[in-house]
């Protein structure tokens, strides 16, 4: 009886081990250096960027961002084509590798946000949506930025 009791005991605890483990696991994905660049006052798009980190064994995929900040964002990437520098949308999400990263940043890929409801004022912050495929949805906040900031001009 006593023996019983015993192996039930390591059993449950074994079991909850393992359930945080998985909680541990799914943690893989971590979003860093969200921040958007402050617009004029009246701006018909605006540029965000952010890091995703993935610590996890399996690859995830940013699938979209949704946020009240903007009509709608898309994420772009810049493409060299014939010498001129062109954003194309990132169709069917961005990769995150396993144990990888996933760089927005100046001159390179970026979220695109068409329409912003209201200019973004440098020192502010905004609250948007990332979903991905496989950690779901994570809520990020966005600071922005002075226009000045060390990066050129995001021109479309
Ligand atoms: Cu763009």
Redesign the pocket.
Known sequence: MKIRMKHTLIWGLALLLSAFAAIAAEGGIRVESAWARATPPVAP?A?AYLVVINDGDTPDRLLRIDSGIARRI?M?R?ANENGVMR?RPIEGGAVIPARGRLEFAPGGN?L?LIGPVRPLVAGETFEATLVFERAGPRKVRFEVRGMDGNAPM?M?
Do not use: C, D, L
């Open positions: 798009v540029a898309e772009h810049t954003m970026h695109m995001h479309h």
